[in-house]
């Protein structure tokens, strides 16, 4: 079997686990909302403040956060009051449905209605990669770019929502928003973009209630999944 079929029969299987993932936590009254984002991009600021303001409004709420190394953010999370956890990759660069299941047996709270997974940083493998979520958010910077959507076609083409981050940097940062927009329309027609500052709160309760909406039935923009244009060999969860 050449390296291409290994490849889209991992992600096959994935794509299964994913789903029966959904259908097991849509039993549970649980709506997963898969966050996506390059390093740096202020994910983790955002969460916590939309952890905190779901905690505030008694909004039953838990996130799992995933990184290669160190439970740093985990610890920055918990102190929304919410419960969390941490998935160490152990070096994989992008969560699989596998590894969320695995973490969330015996843990995840029963009363729980949303659940936030921060994906490992990075755009490029984990937009392959569906976790069993109804809500994909791709989050970007304004340091970052208003390109990075052409760049990265597959995160930006299967978000249900794009979050601009760190809005009070879009001056200095020279940031042009239409272009962006744009950019962003053009690899996912139609799609809502949301302007957000941890720092000032902005955007924090949009994004907690688009969360709810999803767990609520409204449904989202969601275009196809895009192909996979990426080569990275997935030998982490090897074929039978």
């Not at 779901?54 to 709420?61: D, N, Q, T, Y």
């Not at 998935?87 to 969560?95: I, P, Q």
């Not at 109804?134 to 970007?140: A, D, E, K, S």
Request: aromatic share 2%; hydrophobic share 40%; proline share 7%.
């Amino acid at each position: 079997m050449c390296r291409s079929d290994v490849r889209q029969a991992v992600l096959a299987k994935n794509d299964d686990l994913a789903a029966s993932l959904r259908g097991d936590l849509a039993r549970q009254g649980v709506t997963l909302v898969n966050l996506l984002s390059s390093p740096g991009s202020g994910k983790t600021e955002l969460l916590g403040r939309v952890l905190a303001r779901a905690v505030e409004r008694g909004v039953p709420v838990a996130a799992l956060t995933a990184d290669l190394a160190t439970e740093n953010d985990a610890v920055r999370l918990a102190r929304s009051g919410a419960p969390v956890q941490q998935l160490l990759t152990d070096g994989l660069c992008h969560l699989e449905a596998r590894q969320v299941r695995a973490r969330l047996a015996g843990w995840l709270p029963g009363d729980t209605s949303v659940l936030f997974v921060e994906n490992v940083g990075n755009l490029v493998c984990p937009a392959a990669y569906d976790l069993g979520e109804t809500l994909r958010v791709v989050l970007m910077a304004v340091t970052e770019g208003e390109d990075k959507p052409l760049k990265y076609p597959t995160a930006f083409g299967s978000a249900h929502l794009v979050v601009i981050t760190k809005t009070d940097l879009a001056g200095p940062a020279g940031f042009d928003e239409s272009l962006f927009h744009e950019n962003v329309h053009q690899v996912n027609p139609g799609v809502e973009i949301v302007r957000s500052c941890a720092r000032t709160g902005s955007g924090v309760g949009t994004l907690l209630d688009r969360a709810l909406a999803a767990r609520d039935g409204v449904p989202p923009h969601r275009p196809p999944l895009a192909p996979h244009p990426h080569v990275h060999h997935p030998d982490s969860a090897p074929v039978a």
